[in-house]
């Protein structure tokens, strides 16, 4: 019957040869069928497996690629430092070097890096026949030997100094190997203990447990989490280390500095003849002309530590100015005042490598930014004559007055001169005697450098801005402006001179000369000391360091140069209504406003490191003399030369204090269309009369011009009018008097005001006169000033 129980995979009668439950009538021939068509893919994924490991595998080998980027700096200038008539004073002197690639210096070569540039030579055919692949590789180094000999031809080294060279690089770069792995040995240490620590801990006691059952279940659960925790927290232990690879060893290394360009073109126009090698550039700082203005150019130095350090601080998100361990900084001078503008930042290039070091690609990622020229007011040629003529002075035999037989022999220790505009204030010469050349300090032997660091006569101190002195009688230029701004006194008012004040021996005119009727315009012609004495006698010292401060002594005078010192000025203590001093009103400096105060306005070392506290409680005594000292420029005044010079531009200009500085303009990459003027600020003396000024020029004029004025026979020039104050400061000790002159020219039209100062030399009329009347010569052979 068709209904009775039977399986559908039966073939027997029941069912017709159709029929639907005819499922699969022969399977033999279905599993053949099937094993066929697993296996020929398998056998192809096999046949080319195959083919590439054994047959095509160097190929792929060579071709493969594991980039590695890094950044490399481009290279940039610092800014120049140009003289008024564009006469380079610093400049960054671009230096080439020839560069090697490291593999193809170090000896013996590398392996893995033989065999890749044998390969790369050979074709993909080629790379299967082991004797092609050893020919290449001899052709490799024979090319090596050759690449060096050409480099001994064209650069003209001996073979003994390049085989040096190599190997001092292959010892700093296998050093640096070494160091790397050792470091890379720790963590592998450190994974071995915490697979000793899990250890120990699946291994734990459990004889103590109470349930020996329950005992073995916790134990095995608490196992089981320590391997699972172990295995996803930890990275697996490789037998078989990656070989350790540093960026030294893709890099190029120097390998000769200072290389000319013809080697360079050389190298540059032929590089399948020089492979592995390359140039590179560096700056090194150059001065043209290092005895001109050296402590106003100033001068460079490698950027230590604690100032890359304290730059990182203060610039947390990245240095503006990007300094790197090596960079020089400016340490004096222009140098230092405008580095922020002369400063080249460098730029940024990404290289992409291949694993053996090849660059694949690049890009500039920053540009670099060449710093900015600074154009100073300074001449040349000026402050070259200038400096000469101090120099004739300093370190030579001067015959001074002051011995019975009237003339003794003296040495100046030193000198300075200053020259500004009286509008401006620009400085137009800055003379120091003695001097230095600052490519001595840069580049000369250390016995060099500690010569002029211990020179007693301090060659390296930049005297014009830090040298502080007792003015003497140059001072008495505001003494007579406190006299007329008082209306106490009738400056045509005559006093009488006897050569002293009271007693003979003491508070006198210079030589106990009598003056007899003086009136102020005559006192300041004969630089009498008795007519000021007895005018602060009736002023009192308020009026005289009133009128000191506001001429702009005892503070800097706000020039671009660093380290300006301020001098001081004594300050009186405050009295009350009845006249009385109050007894909590100490004695004040002018300086006392720093935190520091130099211990002596000798010491020409930093502030910072050799200063004492300068306290504003600190109590000094007042006396009258100190009062008659202030007057005469004496007592414990000191100011700088600058300082002079910017008083005297401010009688010439009728009350403008302007601000005295070095730079004139700064410039783009020397594009004039780009330039920015520096002009600093000035101001006007405030509670002037009008008229003051003009009675104290009177007085200056007949310094010079009246025969009984005491640079009438020093100074006075016929071509020219000239108007100035000499200044004798007294400094005890057995010591020999510092010499003064300062002055404006000319006279009736004043356009340069200068001051000349000689540490020890003497009288200020018989000594520095003569120098400040070469001076103004040289200003009418410049034009600088015009005569008659």
């Known amino acids: 019957m068709r209904n009775r129980p039977t399986s559908i995979f039966d073939s027997g009668s029941a069912h017709g040869a159709g029929s639907a439950f005819d499922v699969d009538a022969e399977p033999g021939v279905r599993l053949c069928w099937l094993f066929v068509a697993m296996t020929v893919p398998l056998l192809i994924v096999a046949g080319r497996l195959i083919y590439l490991q054994g047959f095509v595998a160097e190929g792929f080998a060579v071709e493969t690629r594991h980039e590695v980027e890094s950044v490399e700096a481009i290279p940039t200038r610092n800014g120049r430092i140009l003289a008024s008539d564009g006469t380079v004073l610093a400049f960054d002197d671009e230096r080439h070097q020839l560069l090697v690639h490291y593999r193809w210096l170090e000896e013996p070569p590398n392996d893995d890096w033989l065999r890749h540039e044998a390969l790369s030579r050979l074709s993909h055919s080629e790379r299967r026949d082991k004797s092609k692949v050893e020919q290449a590789k001899r052709d490799v180094l024979e090319r090596r030997d050759v690449l060096w000999q050409s480099l001994i031809e064209l650069t003209e080294q001996r073979p003994e100094k390049l085989v040096e060279q190599r190997v001092r690089v292959q010892q700093r770069v296998e050093g640096i190997f070494r160091l790397v792995d050792e470091r890379r040995e720790v963590p592998q240490a450190t994974e071995q203990e915490l697979a000793r620590s899990v250890s120990e801990v699946s291994s734990v006691d459990l004889s103590s447990t109470e349930d020996p059952s329950l005992t073995r279940r916790s134990g095995f659960v608490e196992q089981a989490w320590n391997v699972v925790k172990h295995e996803l927290t930890t990275t697996p232990t490789r037998e078989r280390r990656e070989p350790l690879r540093i960026p030294e060893q893709s890099d190029y290394h120097l390998l000769l500095d200072d290389v000319s360009l013809e080697v360079v073109a050389e190298i540059e126009t032929h590089p399948d003849q020089f492979p592995g090698v390359r140039s590179g550039v560096t700056n090194r700082r150059v001065y043209p002309f290092g005895r001109v203005a050296p402590h106003l150019v100033g001068y460079r130095g490698e950027i230590d530590a604690d100032e ?11 240095d503006p100015l990007d300094y790197q361990p090596g960079d020089s900084i400016g340490r004096s001078g222009i140098e230092q005042s405008y580095e922020h503008a002369l400063r080249g930042v460098r730029g940024q290039r990404k290289i992409v490598r291949d694993r053996h070091g090849t660059i694949v690609r690049t890009e500039v990622v920053r540009p670099p930014k060449p710093g900015q020229d600074v154009v100073l007011h300074v001449s040349v040629s000026l402050q070259e004559r200038a400096t000469a003529l ?31 505009d009286v509008r401006t204030g620009a400085i137009l010469a800055a003379a120091v005697a003695p001097t230095f050349d600052v490519n001595d300090f840069l580049s000369g032997t250390e016995d060099v450098r500690l010569a002029l660091l211990d020179d007693k006569r301090r060659p390296m101190f930049p005297r014009a801005t830090q040298m502080e002195l007792p ?13 007329i701004e008082s209306g106490r006194i009738d400056p045509d008012r005559q006093f009488e001179c006897l050569g002293y004040l009271k007693d003979p021996n003491k ?11 003086t009136n102020l315009t005559m006192a300041l012609a004969r630089s009498c000391n008795v007519y000021f004495f007895k005018s602060a006698q009736t002023l009192g010292p308020q009026p005289l360091v009133q009128w000191a401060d506001a001429l702009g002594f005892g503070e800097r005078t706000g020039v671009d140069l660093p380290g300006e010192r301020r001098g001081h000025v004594p300050r009186p203590p405050e009295r ?35 200063a004492q506290p300068a306290s504003r409680t600190k109590r000094e005594p007042w006396y009258d003399g100190d009062t008659l000292g202030l007057a005469i420029g004496q007592s414990r005044l000191t100011v700088t030369p600058l300082q002079v010079a ?87 000790g057995g010591r020999a008097d510092h010499a003064w002159f300062a002055g404006y020219v000319p006279a009736d039209r004043p356009r340069i005001a200068f001051v000349v100062v000689l540490e020890q030399a003497g009288s200020g009329g018989k000594v520095a006169g003569p120098v400040a009347k070469k001076f103004v010569q040289l200003l009418l052979e410049h034009r600088l000033v015009s005569g008659e």
């Open 646 to 732: 910017r008083l005297m531009a401010a009688v010439a200009n009728d009350g403008w204090l302007v601000t005295p500085y070095v730079a004139r303009e700064l410039n783009a990459s020397g594009q004039a269309e780009s330039s920015v003027t520096i002009e600093p600020d000035r101001h006007r003396l405030p509670n002037l009369s009008e008229g003051t000024l003009a009675r104290v020029r009177e007085g200056l004029e007949q310094v010079v011009a009246h025969p009984q004025g005491t640079a009438f026979k020093s100074v006075r020039l016929k071509e020219v009018a000239i108007a100035g104050k000499t200044g004798t400061a007294e400094i005890g």
């Open 308 to 318: 890359l350090k304290a730059r990182r601080e203060r610039f947390p998100n990245g």
């Open 507 to 517: 508070q006198r005119c210079y030589h106990s000369q009598a003056h007899y009727g």
């Open 390 to 420: 101090l120099e004739e002075v300093v370190g030579h035999e001067a015959i001074l007055p002051g011995s019975s037989d009237g003339q003794v022999k003296n040495v100046p220790h030193g000198g300075c001169l200053v020259a500004i």
């Open 471 to 483: 003015p003497g009688s140059v001072f008495k230029a505001v003494s007579a402006v406190a006299v």
């Open 576 to 610: 009350d209504s009845k006249g009385k001093t109050k007894e909590s009103s100490p004695i004040e400096l002018a300086s006392a406003s720093d935190k520091f105060r130099p211990a002596s306005p000798w010491d020409e070392r930093d502030s910072a490191r050799t």
